[in-house]
């Protein structure tokens, strides 16, 4: 059960300063400064005093205890000056994280990229978002019998890792090593063929355990994504009290985390490899993870009975995979040839069972198309997904088999090498097989001059999987 703990009326936050800018950063200006008295959040401006948040530097960082530290509700490294390679700036950081990360006993959230950076010069709000919800967080008692001190990091454009002979080798992150028994390791894809992607990421958990008011909840996958080249860390290892709270789906392919797969296989991207992206230390029973089930189906239409859809939602800890019961489901057919069909659940409740689950199903139309379907945390009852409500989707294929083309990258050029994937997409029903050939046509399809084709002209699909890569 989450304990709320007494808070000071305004929160104080404590700056690293060789990562902190006065005058611009996103979590300087929302904590309080730049001539703001108060940044209206609840949280006590920069100043010098023992009653605002305050900003020190190397000299005055090296002559505290963790019992100073511990005064503040959260710690902050962040990404001043914007887009910085300079690990140097951490030099007195590391030296003292014994003292510091003692003080740390609550939220954490750790970044692998430089969102500064993407709002300052590319006006991205997401990654406005992404700070001042991870400063709230951090700063958060809720969970807590007594005070606790949060930290929020934002690791820039810091290059981990190697790539001798070809391998990619990650790099434990010294800033980090004074948070768990184990080490937190990143890596930067390095390769000639490669740059650090990040324009496709997707949330894996939620902060919605009852009795607590949801942060990270309140951030989408579209906050999050298309913010581009912003993935500069994946984080390959970390200690068993954090848990990966977004990934990243566009990394090239090998160069993800090592063995790590997406909760829904339909998100992850051909040719691409999930990679842990943010990772999170909330208090006990604070995360959970909402999934459905199967996520990708596919059903003939005009079938007599009609052919139905079913999709079953479960919710459960992070970690621990245990599952919650008695939370309200909520399910809509957003978009699709089904969106007025009639729907019904089990429970008929909507309430997640001793399993954590609750499951909907639907007849199909004899309309040929995808439904969208939308399964959210609907605590409030209202029927509608709102703003701050853990969500996710399964899709629901219905018609005869056809395919899609997608190609990654849409373009290349003479000066090449350039590896790139061709993803054909089987839609509709599944039931039966269907062969696909191929043709390539153009002033520069000639095999073995223009390009290398790894795959044969022809795919056969035979129910799972519907996706093929050439």
Known sequence: MLVPAAQATLKRALFYGPTTDTNTGVAEKFVGCCNIADGGHGFAAIGTTSANSQVWSEAIWLTKTTTDFAAFDIIIIGDAPRGTFDRTRWNTAIVTRAVWSAAVTGNVLIFGGDPDWHFFFFGQPGAQSLVQNAVTFGANQTGYSQHATGLYV?????????????????????????????????????????????????????????????????????????????????????????????????????????????????????????????????????????????????????????????????????????????RRIGFAVTSGPNVSATLTYSPTSKLTDNNGQVTLTYPGSTTVGQDVITVFLDDNGNGSRDPCEAVTTALCNWGSPYVTVAANPTTAYEAGPVSATFTITRVGGTTGPLTVNLALGGTAATVGEDYLLATPPSINYSGTPFQATI
Not at 244 to 270: E, K, Q
Request: charged share 10%; proline share 11%; with cysteine.
């Open 154 to 326: 934002a690791l820039s454009q810091v290059n981990f890792g190697s790539n001798p002979g070809g391998q990619d080798t990650a790099e434990p992150v010294a800033l980090l090593g004074g948070l768990g028994t184990a080490a937190f390791t990143a890596f930067t894809p390095q390769k000639v063929d490669e740059t650090p992607l990040g324009n496709v990421i997707e949330k894996i958990a939620s902060d919605s355990a009852a009795g607590f008011t949801p942060m990270l909840d309140c951030l989408s996958d579209s906050d999050l994504s298309g913010w581009t080249q912003s993935a500069h860390q994946t984080f390959w290892s970390w200690p068993a009290t954090f848990v990966p709270w977004a990934i990243v789906l566009d990394m090239p392919a090998g160069s993800g985390t090592p063995n790590y797969m997406t909760p829904c296989a339909f998100s992850a991207i051909p040719g691409m490899d999930p990679a842990v992206y943010v990772l999170i230390r909330p208090p006990p029973g604070l995360l959970n993870q909402l999934t459905a089930s199967p996520c990708l189906q596919a059903h003939l239409t005009g079938q007599t009975p009609a052919q139905q859809c079913s999709v079953t939602a479960r919710l459960a800890t992070l970690p621990g995979n245990t599952p919650v019961a008695n």
